[in-house]
Every structure is written in structure tokens, then in C-alpha cells.
């Protein structure tokens, strides 16, 4: 059965357009309450948490109705990371977490995801069994069952805590010049402490959100800012999170990016170093071709995943390694947290430059990226796109001319109306002139 609602990420969309309406996600909370109840005893638990959009407030009254009209008590954790919200699903004995987020996107979309008792994202099961209870009609608990609601005031520091467990005591942030940007979103009152009190001198930008300005011209979707402020100010590095905490992308002492595929590279090279490393990393079809051929230079295997982080977990889990991640900068180290989170893959990273006593210029210099060519090309209908003559007869001819030079990959979006066409090869200008001919088919 396919799902209707939930996409790769929960279920995201327009303020306002069906489904992310006040009326639609009062009936999701319900739904979700019945769900969590009919596979618990007593009255469970689910704690929310939002990023720092004006819509969350709307958004989060609007869950906590229909959860206590379902019987459910509510923890409200207001403005938290995504991972947090993981974490304090966990450590508050809940049944589930939800985040209030559209994660990297502007401030008139948002979004609902979830996470279960484990902290980790919800199975496909469960998503169904929640989409199958929408279609029943909404009903109340006697006024004896209804959840009850309380704030959690000290979710910030048990996370700032828990964030800075994760770096290795033996080492220490201290002569680190740091520019962090937290995107106006849901690290803005968590990011600064923890990178402070681990010894970093830190200049801040993207830290004032006033419900519109998240990722506007700030944070990994848009690193000019940080960029400027790092050459300007003479930083070590700068580090970059999206809207909702649980991505991130560096920036090099001169300006330049690192983004996830060589924060893995990065991370893999050093539990190498350390005699820790797995026989792989996960990564997904996305991720760049230069980093496979880096990785299998030092008998280590790239298994690419679907793209999603869900989807990187599994393999990860199936083949018992610890590290993967996304080229978005969306990373997992399965052995100090359960899902992607900004803040300590960072922590990461920095361990790894500051064991080294290496700039992360020298740390990733031993991966070159190929080019990559993306196209996101606007469709009315996703489904069956690939069948169309027009696109069947552009995609064998540019897989005939990358042959044993590169790879063609065409994926609908989960979250957007676009299908996404990457050609991936030697030279640029050859690139993108299939990526067009491929793209010009689709909208044929």
C-alpha cells in the first residue's frame, strides 16, 4: 500500500495548503495518539518539539489537541533540534517524538516528523497504520482519559549536556577560532554554548529567529554568509546548520566548503587512523563518485543507499557499521547517537582535526570530487516519468556517452514536486549539456 502523506521526512508542505492546515494536523495528532495507544499499556507519552518558524506555535497547539483528545500525555519541548527531540524521546521514557519542521526550507512550508521510542525514525508500518486511522471519524476520550500537557523548561541544557559528552574528553576545542551559523533556526540557543564551553573561540551568526527569517541567506542551504564571515574574521573554520539541527556543512579557513560527502571522507579516515574503522560507510545515490574511489584506496566499502536518512540507517544497521550520511551534510555516528544531528557530527569532525593537529584543508585532501551536474526539473506527475519514450531514448544516449566516464541518476523528489537529474563525470560542460537533454525529455 502506498502512503499518501508521508514522504522520505515525515510529511511536509505549504502553510495553509492541504495537508500542513491546522484542521489536517489537529486530525494527525489524533490519529497518531490511537496509533501509539493500541501498542501500549497505560497512558503514554509523546514529546514535541518545533524549529523556530511562526507556524510552529499554530502547529504545536494543534498536535497537542488532538493527542490528549486521542488520551496521550504531551511533553512540550518548544524551539529544539531534530536530534534532541530524538534524544528526549529517550530519556523521558516517551512512546514518541514529534518535530514541527520543514527542515532546510524557507518559512511559509513546514512540516510534521516523527520518531519512535528508540529515537529513530518511525517504520513504514506504522506510517500506514497512522494514515489508515485519518480516514476515521475523530473521537474524544471520556473527559477521565484526556492526556494531560506539561513544558519541559530544561530540554536545552540536557541536550547542550549530552552534545558535549560526545566529544572525546582527552581533547579540547581551546586556540579553535569557530564561526557558527544556526540558520535563525532550532540550534540557535544550543550550538554557541556547546562549541563555547568545549574551550572554542566563537563568533556567531544566524542566531536571532523572529518566525521568518529561518534559512533566509544563512545556514547549509546558503553558505555566503558564513563564507564572508570566516575569511573576514580569520576563523579556523565555520560550521553551518540547517533550520532544524540535523545537518551540517563546514567551511574551510579560506572560504571554500566542505559538504557531507568529504565530512565522511573526513570521519572515515580518522577511525582508520584510530584502528576503529568499519569495512564500510553508507552512503546514498547521490553521493559524489570521489568519494567511493577515496574510500575503496583504503580497502573500505561505499554501499549507497536510497536517498533519505532512514533509508542510510537501515543499511547501516543491516551491515553493523557505524558511519554514513548524506552529501547534504545530514550525517549518522550510530555509536554516539541514534539519528543525524548537526551539532555532534561536528563534534566529530573537530575531534578528528584536532587529533590529527591538521586544518580540515589537509584532512580532506586526499578525496577529489568529480563534477556533478543537478538538475531539480518542475513536474505536475512524479509517477511513471521514466517510462515516457522521450525520456527512455535521452537517458540511453547519455548513459552511452558517460560510459566508463561517469553514471546518469534520475530521482523524483520525496518532498518536492521535481524530479532530480545528476550526471556525474570528467568534465563539466559535457555534463551539463546531457543533464539539459535529459531534463528537456522529462518536460516533453
Known amino acids: ?217 544563512v545556514g547549509s542551504t546558503d553558505l555566503t554568509a558564513l563564507q564572508t564571515a570566516v575569511t573576514e574574521s580569520g ?11 540535523d545537518r551540517v556543512l563546514f567551511v574551510d579557513a579560506d572560504g571554500s566548503m566542505v559538504d557531507g560527502d568529504e565530512l565522511l571522507y573526513v570521519l572515515a579516515m580518522h577511525r582508520i587512523a584510530k584502528g576503529r574503522s568499519d569495512s564500510g560507510v553508507v552512503g546514498t545515490l547521490m553521493s559524489n563518485m570521489g568519494l567511493e574511489l577515496a574510500l575503496q584506496e583504503q580497502g573500505v566499502i561505499l554501499a549507497r543507499a536510497k536517498v533519505g536518512d532512514r533509508y542510510v540507517k537501515e543499511i547501516m544497521a543491516a551491515q553493523g557499521w557505524s558511519l554514513g550520511g548524506e552529501s547534504s551534510g545530514h550525517l549518522i555516528c550510530s555509536d554516539v547517537t541514534t539519528t543525524g544531528d548537526g551539532i555532534v557530527s561536528a563534534l566529530q569532525v573537530l575531534a578528528a582535526a584536532v587529533d590529527a593537529k591538521q586544518p580540515l584543508a589537509a584532512l580532506r585532501s586526499g578525496m577529489t570530487k568529480l563534477p556533478q551536474v543537478l538538475l531539480n526539473v518542475p513536474v505536475a506527475d512524479k509517477a511513471g516519468f521514466e517510462s515516457k519514450p522521450h525520456v527512455v531514448a535521452a537517458k540511453a544516449a547519455v548513459e552511452t556517452a558517460l560510459a566508463g566516464r561517469g553514471r546518469l541518476l534520475l530521482r523524483p523528489s520525496g518532498t518536492e514536486p521535481v524530479v532530480r537529474v545528476m550526471v556525474e563525470g570528467d568534465n563539466t560542460e559535457e555534463l551539463t549539456s546531457l543533464a539539459q537533454r535529459v531534463a528537456d525529455a522529462i518536460v516533453a
Not at 514518541?96 to 521510542?117: L, M
Not at 576563523?235 to 539541527?245: E, L
Request: charge should be negative.
Open 235 to 245: 576563523a579556523d573554520m565555520g560550521i553551518a546548520f540547517d533550520g532544524d539541527g
Open 1 to 217: 500500500m502506498n502512503k499518501r502523506y508521508f514522504g522520505t521526512d515525515g510529511i511536509r508542505g505549504r502553510v495553509g495548503t492541504h495537508p500542513i492546515t491546522p484542521d489536517f494536523i489537529l486530525k494527525l495528532g489524533w490519529a497518531c495518539g490511537r496509533v501509539f495507544a493500541s501498542t501500549c499499556s497505560g497512558v503514554p507519552t509523546v514529546v514535541i518539539g518545533k524549529d523556530t518558524r511562526v507556524s510552529g506555535y499554530m502547529f504545536e497547539s494543534a498536535l497537542e489537541a488532538g493527542l490528549v483528545a486521542a488520551g496521550i500525555n504531551v511533553k512540550l519541548l518548544g524551539p529544539m533540534p531534530t536530534p534532541a527531540v530524538a534524544l528526549m524521546t529517550r530519556t523521558q521514557n516517551a512512546m514518541a517524538g514529534i518535530v514541527i519542521s520543514a527542515s532546510h526550507n524557507p518559512f511559509d512550508d513546514n512540516g510534521i516528523k516523527f520518531f519512535d521510542e528508540k529515537g529513530a525514525k518511525l517504520p513504514d508500518a506504522t506510517e500506514l497504520a497512522i494514515e489508515q486511522m485519518l480516514d476515521q471519524p475523530l473521537e474524544t476520550v471520556g473527559s477521565r482519559d484526556i492526556g494531560k500537557a506539561v513544558r519541559v523548561v530544561d530540554a536545552a541544557g540536557r541536550y547542550i549536556e549530552f552534545c558535549k559528552a560526545t566529544f572525546p574528553e582527552r581533547l579540547s576545542l581551546r586556540g579553535l577560532k569557530l564561526v557558527i551559523d544556526c540558520a535563525n533556526g532550532a540550534t540557535y540557543h544550543i550550538a554557541p554554548s556547546v562549541f563555547t564551553e568545549l574551550g572554542a573561540n566563537v563568533d556567531v551568526i544566524g542566531a536571532n529567529p523572529n518566525g521568518f527569517n529561518i534559512n533566509d541567506a
